[in-house]
């Protein structure tokens, strides 16, 4: 129940493309749900996060969409860049004792080909 | 803020020795989390803590590893003694609100 399934484990897309990745969980306490960045010798960094009162999250060119009912989320790149080549891990928690336990995904592996 | 710091960021150690990896955590944040990442693994939590207290220490492997925070800007992971199966990317987090900021990891070889 404490499992976050992500996939693909790694996506190549063109430049311009639209990146997906998408990640389903089974425990319905979860409450927050974030996506880390993360690039090559680099610790993961926030990109974006949602909470299941929403179905959708934009900042920027990055998107989350939620599905309660499915329970999945998905992360959406548009007009994806070179630059946003990195390992992507979606993740999900719920708040314990005031400390935030998140539980990560596999990662994605994203190219971006020029 | 200068963000998470981590040491040493890369540790060849021969197995049976024992390694200490070293976490200040942002200042002001309140809870420190240890991740250990691995291409098997993934992302796994190691152990966390709530103003200076652990809370949670069940993903911590083995009786071999062991975590401190003495005070809220310092906390070590400490693996004795060491194996090969230890060699891993070690990462130190501390929270803030909703977000965890993570340092750059120590990287440990078990040789």
């Known amino acids: 129940q404490q499992q976050v399934k992500q996939s693909p484990q790694s996506l190549i897309v063109q430049k311009g493309g639209i990146s997906i990745i998408n990640c389903a969980y089974e425990?319905?306490?979860?409450?927050?749900f974030p996506w880390y960045q993360q690039f090559p010798g680099k610790g993961p960094a926030l990109l974006i996060a949602i909470r299941p009162d929403v179905s959708e999250k934009k900042e920027g060119r990055f998107t989350i969409s939620f599905n309660k009912s499915a329970k999945q989320f998905s992360l959406h790149i548009m007009d994806s860049q070179p630059g946003d080549s990195a390992t992507y891990f979606c993740a999900a928690s719920r708040g314990i004792q005031g400390a935030q336990k998140l539980v990560f995904g596999q990662g994605t592996r994203l190219t971006i080909n020029p | 803020d200068a963000g998470v710091i981590q040491s040493p960021r890369h540790e060849v150690t021969e197995m049976g020795q024992e390694v200490t990896l070293r976490c200040k955590p942002i200042s002001g944040h309140n809870s420190l989390f240890w991740y250990r990442q691995t291409m098997m693994r993934g992302l796994e939590l190691l152990i966390y803590f709530n103003n200076n207290v652990p809370i949670d220490d069940s993903g911590m492997p083995e009786d071999r590893f062991s975590a401190k925070m003495p005070n809220a800007s310092f906390s070590t992971l400490k693996i004795q003694p060491s194996e090969p199966r230890d060699s891993a990317v070690y990462f130190c987090?501390?929270?803030?609100?909703?977000?965890?900021?993570f340092g750059e990891g120590s990287w440990l070889t078990v040789v």
């Open positions: 425990n319905t306490a979860f409450d927050y």
């Open positions: 987090a501390s929270r803030r609100e909703n977000t965890i900021y």
